[in-house]
């Protein structure tokens, strides 16, 4: 009796720490947060989620449903997925916004999660061509943060120097290897169905599109574009 007791204490002072430190945040960072956990509950509907996430087949004619292509971002089926957005999306706004700006973090958001849901859509097609499973074009949502939350491990990648995280036996994992070790465990967690099937197809695309445009794209105070440093180049 005690016992539980004591984990509903934590889970009430959890809560309200979470609470807090998204209440002292960014408009930005409310309205994602907000619309994720709002997305998260009209998932238990069968047809809210077949009207606000991507389905490949029906961005195609006759169809068109365009407004998808917006609305996918804040649908997550899984509550530990959502927690996760959460926790990245208030990372986002103590982290980066500061450095960029408010407008600008609504810019590389619009721009990652776009390209995201549109490549992501041609990777499901592709399959679709290759195998001629129709299950590609109307059975597999393409939904959430994934390539949000990728687009903020690269970020990171840029804005923090590089040192070591963890030092073991097996090397020393930096920051710079952060991107690719989530895309790993993205991988693997899609196999115990921890993750949806969209999740690391998300991921990885967030992971190039996000290098790009911050590499290539992204225009600074002082007038230049992109970033050509060294230890910012894919191969690092």
Same mark, same amino acid.
């Given at each position: 009796?005690?016992?539980?007791?004591?984990?509903?204490?934590?889970?009430?002072?959890?809560?309200?720490?979470?609470?807090?430190?998204? /209440?002292?945040?960014?408009?930005?960072? #409310?309205?994602?947060?907000?619309?994720?956990?709002?997305?998260?509950?009209?998932?238990?509907? @069968?047809?809210?989620?077949?009207?606000?996430?991507?389905?490949? /087949?029906?961005? %195609?004619? $006759?169809?068109?449903?365009?407004?998808?292509?917006?609305?996918?971002?804040?649908?997550?089926?899984?509550?530990?997925?959502?927690?996760? @957005?959460?926790?990245?999306?208030?990372?986002?706004?103590?982290?980066?916004?500061?450095?960029?700006?408010?407008?600008?973090?609504?810019?590389?958001?619009?721009?990652?999660?776009?390209?995201?849901? &549109?490549?992501?859509? %041609?990777?499901?097609?592709?399959? =679709?061509? &290759?195998?001629?499973?129709? !299950? =590609?074009?109307?059975?597999?949502?393409?939904?959430?943060?994934?390539? +949000? &939350?990728? /687009?903020?491990?690269?970020?990171?990648?840029?804005?923090? $120097? @590089?040192?070591?995280?963890?030092?073991?036996? =097996? /090397?020393?994992?930096?920051?710079?290897?952060?991107?690719?070790?989530?895309? &790993?465990?993205?991988?693997?967690?899609? =196999?115990?169905?921890?993750? @949806?099937?969209?999740?690391?197809?998300?991921?990885?695309?967030?992971?190039?599109?996000?290098?790009? +445009?911050?590499?290539?794209?992204?225009?600074?105070?002082?007038?230049? +574009?992109? !970033?050509?440093? !060294?230890?910012?180049?894919?191969? #690092?």
């Amino acid at each position: 009796m005690a016992m539980s007791i004591n984990s509903n204490n934590v889970v009430h002072q959890l809560q309200n720490q979470l609470t807090g430190v998204v /209440g002292n945040s960014s408009v930005m960072v #409310k309205f994602i947060c907000s619309a994720v956990c709002i997305g998260y509950l009209l998932s238990f509907s @069968d047809r809210a989620l077949t009207i606000l996430t991507i389905l490949p /087949g029906n961005l %195609l004619p $006759p169809n068109f449903w365009i407004w998808t292509l917006v609305t996918h971002v804040f649908v997550e089926t899984h509550w530990w997925v959502v927690v996760c @957005d959460v926790v990245v999306t208030v990372l986002y706004g103590k982290l980066v916004e500061p450095l960029w700006g408010a407008l600008e973090m609504v810019k590389f958001t619009g721009v990652v999660t776009l390209v995201v849901a &549109v490549m992501s859509t %041609l990777s499901c097609l592709f399959v =679709f061509l &290759v195998t001629q499973n129709t !299950d =590609f074009l109307f059975q597999r949502h393409i939904h959430g943060l994934a390539g +949000y &939350v990728a /687009g903020f491990s690269v970020a990171v990648k840029q804005c923090m $120097p @590089d040192y070591v995280l963890v030092n073991s036996p =097996f /090397g020393k994992l930096r920051n710079r290897h952060i991107p690719l070790v989530l895309l &790993v465990l993205a991988i693997v967690l899609y =196999f115990p169905k921890v993750v @949806d099937f969209a999740f690391p197809i998300m991921f990885g695309w967030g992971i190039l599109v996000s290098w790009v +445009y911050l590499r290539f794209y992204q225009k600074h105070s002082s007038g230049n +574009y992109g !970033d050509m440093v !060294d230890g910012f180049s894919f191969a #690092k």
